[in-house]
């Protein structure tokens, strides 16, 4: 049996959307958490709503939002949650992509936008242009979730001929997730949304999709195809310190959509970090296929430095929880990636 509960409000978040920082409630699905103790990526009440108490001032002390700089030309939103595992900041993007009859993916010339300013908490689960915004306001995903319209998912191919553990997701009120014997003892939940359609079925993985995997979909009409998700696109982030450290940090796919009728796959990414020690910016940047070098900058030394920004991400450790292992001023990331 999995004991469930409805979702808690014991997390404060702050959300920051680009440049502009405003208080806006997060989302998340915890069974029964204790009631000491919020549970990682958990809803939150909107810090600006009435408080039962005073708080003291350890409690009214709020973390300095970092400066936000976008690389990309994709969406970004900076969130902060505080629950047992400490205080922490959580960046999401979306990257969409275009596929053929082949199932051949390529970066799409409009990308899924992210909730922003005017998204109003209370229509988080109304789908919309911009998917869900309940998915989007989570602060922690510790998996992968995979909807899709207009077709249906056969598997998840990993290298070797493996497949990736999928468990369907069950509808839980306005959400959903994995509900029964397979559910673990803290579930996240998402909301069925593939752009503005919402669909009646999904999976989700253990873990995060991993590298280079394939999705074997096969449509309502039409022969199967493999959506393989392509290596060259790698977003990640550049934690830039107080103190003077620059530190790579990877991005984790937490949600995949696709829409087989507009052959379109759009992919959520996320990480988290420490809100201390402080940081002075937060850059979302990606490695992108159509990449060049910098002014003034060889061929061989570009290829040098994404060479070792991949390995370095690569050999960060995926998190059980949140906050990325790598996310820390005191690690040592490839001198190549900034030296001239």
């Not at 994709?74 to 979306?94: I, N, P």
């Not at 934690?239 to 949600?255: E, F, H, K, S, W």
């Amino acid at each position: 049996m999995n004991p469930r509960s409805t979702i808690s409000t014991t997390a404060a978040m702050r959300l920051a959307v680009l440049a502009i920082a405003l208080t806006l409630g997060g989302c998340a699905v915890p069974p029964r958490p204790p009631a000491d103790a919020g549970t990682p990526g958990q809803a939150a009440r909107p810090a600006s709503a009435p408080a039962a108490e005073a708080p003291n001032a350890s409690q009214a002390e709020e973390p300095a939002i970092p400066e936000q700089r976008n690389h990309t030309p994709f969406g970004m939103v900076l969130l902060t949650a505080e629950d047992r595992y400490g205080e922490y900041f959580s960046v999401s993007t979306k990257i969409s992509f275009a596929f053929d009859a082949r199932g051949v993916l390529k970066l799409a010339d409009t990308h899924e936008p992210v909730i922003g300013a005017d998204d109003d908490p209370k229509d988080d689960h109304t789908c919309t242009d911009k998917g869900g915004g309940y998915n989007q306001r989570t602060t922690w995903f510790p998996d992968t979730a995979i909807f899709l319209r207009g077709g249906a998912l056969q598997a998840v191919e990993l290298a070797g001929g493996k497949r990736a553990t999928q468990l369907p997701l069950s509808a839980d009120e306005e959400t959903m997730m994995v509900i029964g014997q397979a559910a673990r003892e803290v579930e996240y939940a998402w909301t069925p949304c593939v752009g503005r359609h919402r669909v009646d079925k999904g999976h989700r993985l253990d873990g995060f999709l991993p590298r280079g995997a394939a999705l074997a979909v096969k449509p309502v009409r039409g022969a199967a195809i493999k959506l393989r998700m392509p290596e060259g696109v790698v977003p990640h982030l550049l934690l830039r310190y107080q103190q003077g450290a620059m530190i790579p940090v990877p991005m984790r796919p937490v949600l995949a959509t696709v829409d087989v009728e507009a052959r379109r796959l759009v992919v959520q990414y996320q990480a988290t970090f420490p809100v201390r020690p402080a940081l002075r910016v937060v850059e979302l940047r990606a490695v992108l296929p159509e990449g060049k070098p910098s002014a003034g900058e060889t061929p061989q030394r570009y290829r040098e430095r994404t060479d070792a920004l991949l390995n370095d991400l690569r050999g960060c450790a995926a998190p059980t929880r949140p906050m990325e292992p790598c996310a820390t001023p005191t690690r040592r990331p490839d001198r190549r990636i900034f030296s001239q």
